[in-house]
């Protein structure tokens, strides 16, 4: 099992900056991807981005791709989201996935643990 654990949300006002963390533990040692989705209230979750544990690869959804990077720390088995340019529409609940998985990486359905959400809020 994979434990994750997020912090770094929060209310921050159109164009301002935040970073998310994910902390991960447990058997991290067979994790591939890691990433970022959100779901808004009455839609769906969607695909933020991800990263390769292994070797770095990056994905970002088109929403996000110029505004926010996803970096990761082996040392710390620690991934985050830095989000720039902040939205209106990037409010939501921001969730930590992993996934043992070489492809799939932008559907929810590749990923097998999940951490708790953390909220981000963003006035106009």
């Known amino acids: 099992q994979v434990q994750l654990v997020e912090s770094g949300g929060g209310l921050v006002q159109a164009g301002g900056s935040l970073r998310l963390s994910c902390a991960a533990s447990?058997?991290?040692?067979?994790?591939?991807?890691m990433g970022w989705f959100r779901q808004a209230p009455g839609k769906d979750r969607e695909f933020v981005a991800a990263?390769?544990?292994?070797?770095?690869?990056?994905y970002y959804a088109d929403s996000v791709k110029g505004r926010f990077i996803i970096s990761r720390d082996s040392a710390k088995n620690t991934v985050y989201l830095q989000m720039n340019s902040l939205k209106p529409e990037d409010t939501a609940v921001y969730y930590c996935?992993?996934?043992?998985?070489?492809?799939?990486?932008?559907?929810?359905?590749?990923?097998?643990?999940w951490g708790q959400g953390t909220q981000v809020t963003v006035s106009s």
């Open positions: 990263i390769s544990w292994s070797d770095g690869n990056t």
């Open positions: 447990g058997r991290t040692c067979s994790v591939y991807h």
């Open positions: 996935a992993t996934t043992f998985y070489t492809s799939g990486v932008y559907s929810d359905k590749s990923y097998s643990y």
